[in-house]
């Protein structure tokens, strides 16, 4: 319901700011900023409660609560009555406890004198009046529970699933239900087109069958049983054809007749096919083992009858057919010959599967040794296309040196609709929706929840090298060039808004970062890369050490509010972020320094060199009181944004977190990308951070020691380096995305593991 609230919101204040309503836009966001209800939002109101037992407000605190009970628990029935009780005996302990956790004696007293006429009629608060005058209240039997950890986050999840499931049953307007009958339109539309695609999925089956069964080639029968006989009976076959004599041009023209018929059916690639189909007619083959010998004999004697000739030779090749075939069924009866034939037959069937495999993954390459049992993975940075994904990394719970498992693993999912190694991957604010971008310039915007699901595509003339969502609405879609153009996309009306050229001299449009209220964007550009004979960074570090700049943009009119000072000289900006409320602004450059700037004042507030080498990614902490980055140098370091260039805390990350990322395969094939994207994400909390690596995302901790962080969850699920990540906390479920350099992207959800 605060989702629908918050957007019925921005939705009268659109309609009263079209209207030009302003005197009414004023009163209603005086309102806002004064709503006890916060928007309906259940965290907020316990967050509010909270901050008014640590300050000790018991005034505001027995306000605040008679206005929810005024507000919303009135309208409730009368058997709620006595939960709601409770939950206001619970409120007032709560506070209790913390006046004397506090050492605030005298706020203990005060709370006796002000309430003592109303809660000495109730029992359950009779023996509490003694509180301020034991000597440690937490020791005695009666007061020890209340004093306990467990009995106050208890109250506090109570207090939030009550308020949850109040939110949820009360009767909302028609305005608010408006907003719930959309999402549920739109909910039913995206199940009626996975339905639709599973409908397709299974029309589909019976007619792949149909086009299997006429495709059958009539093999000789020596090949068609191939896959069933044994070292033995291969023996027998083979000698029964060559111990025939040859003379007679008749068995000569009966044996082409067989084959010409078959050469000219087979496909073009034949040599990669055949054994799967001989695998298919196996079965049948088996079955008719003797009509087709005599099919065979029949099609022998049928040539010599025509030719008019009955030789010898043909009649002794029969007599010798059928002694050989009694031989075979003799062995077939012998209960040992059968025990080893199966072993036979499983070894070279899976033999065959490995050499298949081998071919497959290598494509001309052909190798005849099929003995081997296994392929051995190498485990360097350079991942081969080929590695295999290892069921046990999801189940993995700790690393080397890491604490406690702060998450649990509930499910991971892939998208795979690109087909070359990803620069971006961004989820919106809502946590709806998420934008992708490979190095062939291809944005896919994709949803997914309930299903995974493509929404958009786009692409362009001009390579998109960089996008970013816009705030509000966040169904727009913010999207740089590779020649100096930004595009304002909308992914619902599938359209481009806008399209502004930002400066011919500086074409590369290196990051992009909206303000939260969503009026305004940052936007870096930088001139040509240095090799100018390759592909725009991809593959060599120092390539933005270019002139460039950093200009901020109107979102609603795109039009330049300003450009900002880049001291001592204008250098190529690589990332930036902006703070919670858009009040400052951080920005990591190719010079290795940090700058940040006040977005009241438009200038630099204060920069220091940060890094040896390129500042790849920057975000701002929990508290925002400091700073993260990661640069060319392999360094995570924390910043105090209050005194310039001092140290919080440094560590060193492996080399597979900040890049190049290498993907090497066979044939001296290898492909090499420079960061371009986010390189960690922090957690709903700030207490984790996601980072790349050459398997999968690697969740640490945050300590407060020189070590910064600690690995303690490996995602995993990768057969390719991850080169961007993003972590969405929109929703109950923390989703991290990881996208890697074959196009593939993996989305785990998780749970937070409370202790």
Same mark, same amino acid.
């Given at each position: &319901? ?39 939002? +259940? ?5 509010? $409660?909270?901050? #008014? ?33 409770? #939950? ?8 209790? +406890? ?45 007061? !020890? ?48 087109? !996975? $339905? ?40 027998? &076959? ?5 111990? %025939?004599? &040859? ?43 003797? %009509? ?23 009649? !002794? ?65 350079? &991942? ?9 990394? $999801? ?34 604010? *809502? ?7 490979? +190095? ?38 913010? #999207? ?15 359209? %481009? ?107 630099? =507030?204060?920069?220091?060199? =940060?890094? *040896? ?138 749970? =937070?593991?409370?202790?």
């Amino acid at each position: &319901m605060a989702s629908a609230v918050e957007r019925t919101d921005e939705l009268v204040r659109e309609y009263l700011l079209y209207r030009e309503f302003t005197s009414t836009l004023k009163a209603l966001d005086a309102e806002m900023k004064a709503d006890k209800e916060k928007g309906c939002r +259940v965290d907020k109101i316990v967050e509010h $409660l909270q901050h #008014l037992v640590q300050a000790f407000d018991l005034n505001g605190l027995r306000e605040y609560w008679s206005y929810l009970d005024r507000r919303l628990f009135r309208r409730l029935e009368d058997t709620y009555r006595h939960t709601v009780n409770k #939950l206001k005996t619970s409120l007032y302990r709560y506070y209790l +406890v913390h006046t004397v956790q506090s050492n605030r004696i005298e706020k203990t007293q005060e709370f006796f004198q002000k309430l003592a006429l109303e809660l000495q009629n109730q029992p359950e608060w009779k023996e509490w009046f003694v509180l301020p005058y034991i000597p440690n209240p937490d020791q005695n039997q009666v007061f !020890a529970t209340y004093f306990s950890k467990q009995w106050a986050e208890t109250f506090l999840v109570s207090l939030h699933n009550f308020l949850s499931v109040l939110f949820q049953c009360m009767p909302v307007p028609v305005l608010l239900s408006f907003d719930e009958e959309v999402q549920r339109r739109c909910q039913l539309q995206e199940e009626n087109e !996975a $339905l639709w695609q599973k409908l397709f999925a299974m029309q589909a089956e019976p007619r792949t069958k149909k086009e299997e069964e006429m495709i059958h080639h009539k093999l000789p029968y020596y090949v068609q049983n191939m896959d069933r006989l044994g070292d033995s009976e291969l023996d027998l &076959m083979s000698s029964q054809r060559t111990s %025939s004599p &040859m003379p007679s041009q008749t068995k000569a023209g009966s044996f082409l007749s067989m084959l010409l018929p078959q050469s000219k059916k087979l496909p073009v690639k034949g040599s990669m096919h055949s054994t799967p189909l001989q695998q298919s007619q196996t079965p049948a083959s088996s079955g008719k083992k003797d %009509s087709i010998n005599n099919q065979a004999a029949k099609g022998k004697d049928g040539t010599a009858v025509r030719d008019g000739k009955i030789s010898s030779s043909t009649t !002794a090749d029969l007599s010798t057919g059928q002694q050989r075939q009694k031989k075979v069924q003799d062995l077939e009866r012998d209960p040992g010959m059968v025990q080893q034939r199966q072993r036979k037959v499983l070894d070279y069937g899976k033999e065959r599967k490995e050499l298949l495999s081998k071919q497959t993954a290598q494509g001309v390459e052909k190798k005849t040794e099929g003995s081997s049992a296994e392929i051995d993975i190498p485990s360097s940075p350079e &991942m081969p296309i080929d590695q295999l994904d290892s069921p046990s990394k $999801l189940e993995k719970c700790r690393l080397d040196g890491g604490s406690e498992q702060p998450f649990i693993v509930l499910s991971q999912e892939e998208y795979a609709e690109h087909h070359s190694s990803i620069m971006h991957c961004r989820v919106d604010c *809502s946590g709806r929706r998420v934008a992708s971008l490979d +190095v062939d310039g291809v944005v896919k915007v994709w949803t997914f929840n309930p299903t995974m699901q493509t929404k958009a595509t786009i692409m362009s003339k001009s390579q998109l090298i960089s996008l970013e969502w816009a705030t509000k609405p966040d169904r727009l879609l913010l #999207l740089g060039s590779g020649v100096g153009t930004v595009r304002l996309y909308d992914t619902d009306a599938k359209k %481009s808004l806008y399209e502004l050229t930002i400066d011919e001299s500086y074409p590369r449009i290196l990051s992009l970062a909206c303000s939260p209220d969503g009026t305004s964007f940052v936007c870096s550009s930088a001139a040509p890369s240095i090799k100018l004979a390759t592909v725009p960074d991809i593959g060599e570090k120092g390539v933005n050490l270019v002139p460039g700049n950093l200009l901020l943009w109107d979102t609603k009119t795109m039009k330049q509010q300003h450009q900002f000072s880049l001291d001592p000289e204008p250098i190529a900006i690589n990332c930036t972020a902006f703070s919670h409320n858009g009040n400052l602004l951080v920005s990591g450059a190719a010079d290795g320094i940090i700058r940040l700037f006040d977005m009241q004042r438009y200038d630099c =507030a204060m920069s220091w060199q =940060a890094h *040896s080498g390129e500042v790849y990614s920057v975000e701002f902490s929990y508290d925002e009181n400091s700073v993260y980055s990661i640069g060319e140098d392999g360094k995570f370091i924390q910043w105090n944004i209050h005194k310039s260039g001092v140290k919080v805390s440094e560590c060193a990350v492996q080399s597979d977190a900040i890049g190049p990322f290498v993907l090497s395969g066979y044939s001296g094939y290898k492909q090499v990308q420079v960061p371009h994207g986010r390189l960690f994400a922090f957690d709903s909390e700030g207490h984790c951070v996601l980072t790349c690596s050459s398997t999968g995302g690697i969740i640490h901790k945050l300590t407060n020691t020189e070590r910064a962080m600690e690995p303690c969850l490996s995602l995993g699920g990768h057969r390719a380096p991850v080169v961007t990540v993003d972590w969405c906390t929109a929703m109950d479920c923390g989703t991290c995305l990881t996208a890697s350099m074959d196009g593939r992207i993996k989305l785990t959800t998780l749970l =937070a593991h409370k202790p």
